[in-house]
C-alpha cells in the first residue's frame, strides 16, 4: 500500500558462508533485489524483537535499493522509525511537530500501515 508501483516485501532465508551458522534471513523485493544486512539472530527472542527486525530490515532494504527515505508520514513528508513502547507494541514514530500534541507521534503500528490506508481510501 505504501508502495505503490511495487509487489510485497518478501523474506529470504540463505545458508550461511560459515558451516556451522544458522542461515541469514533478508528481507527481499518481489524482484528479487535485496540489500546486505540479514535479520539480527537474536531477534527470536521475543515477538517484538522478531518485528522490529524484520521492520528495521525492510526499511533498510527499500531505502537502499529504491534511494529515497520509506515509510513517510502522510502528514509531515517525514520517514518514520519503528519504536517500541513500554508493552512491547512496535509503531512506525514521526519526528514531525504537531500543534496541539506536541512533538514525535505514533502514526500507524508495524504491520499496520496497509490497514490504516485501505480506511484513509474509503473515508475519502
Do not use: F
Not at 550461511?16 to 542461515?23: I, K, M, T
Not at 527499500?62 to 512491547?88: F, N, Q, S, T
Amino acid at each position: 500500500m505504501t508502495l505503490p508501483q511495487l509487489e510485497p516485501l518478501q523474506l529470504l532465508a540463505l545458508p550461511s558462508y560459515d558451516a556451522d551458522g544458522p542461515e541469514n534471513v533478508y528481507v527481499v523485493m518481489a524482484n528479487g533485489e535485496w540489500h546486505g544486512n540479514h535479520l539480527d539472530p537474536n531477534s527470536q527472542d521475543s515477538l517484538a524483537s522478531a518485528l522490529a527486525s524484520v521492520a528495521d530490515a525492510a526499511q533498510e532494504t527499500v531505502m537502499e535499493l529504491l534511494r529515497k527515505a520509506w515509510p513517510l508520514c502522510p502528514e509531515h513528508g517525514l520517514g518514520m522509525h519503528p519504536r517500541e513502547d513500554a508493552e512491547e507494541r512496535l509503531s512506525w514514530w514521526c519526528t514531525g511537530e504537531r500543534l496541539r500534541r506536541g512533538p514525535a507521534h505514533i502514526h500507524a503500528a508495524v504491520g499496520a500501515l496497509d490497514a490504516l490506508g485501505a480506511s484513509i481510501r474509503t473515508r475519502s
